[in-house]
């Protein structure tokens, strides 16, 4: 699949403009059951059996999409911030 278009893509520094999100997966926790892929096919793409691909920066637009995967992901490896907000 390649629904990650150059526009859903962050800069090389992984930041985006004011008001986009910060997303990361705790790999270590992921099991690549594909519940975030089935909610928001547009962020997470598994590639192969393993190998999960996420947008880190979507924009602001994409909050709902981003939540559903998140309160999906049956092993919560999924965090959702503010791009702005200082990580925790
Ligand atoms: S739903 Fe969670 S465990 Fe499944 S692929 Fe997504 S991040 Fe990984």
Do not use: W
């Not at 793409?45 to 709902?64: C, F, M, T």
């Amino acid at each position: 699949m390649s629904d990650l278009n150059h526009h859903d893509r962050p800069s090389a520094d992984g930041r985006r403009a004011a008001g986009g999100l910060r997303v990361t997966v705790d790999l270590n926790l992921c099991q690549a059951y594909a519940q975030c892929c089935y909610a928001a096919p547009h962020h997470f793409v598994l590639k192969g059996r393993e190998a999960l691909h996420y947008d880190p920066a979507p924009s602001a637009a994409a909050r709902d999409d981003i939540e559903r995967a998140r309160i999906a992901c049956p092993v919560q490896a999924i965090r959702v911030e503010d791009a702005g907000a200082d990580p925790r």
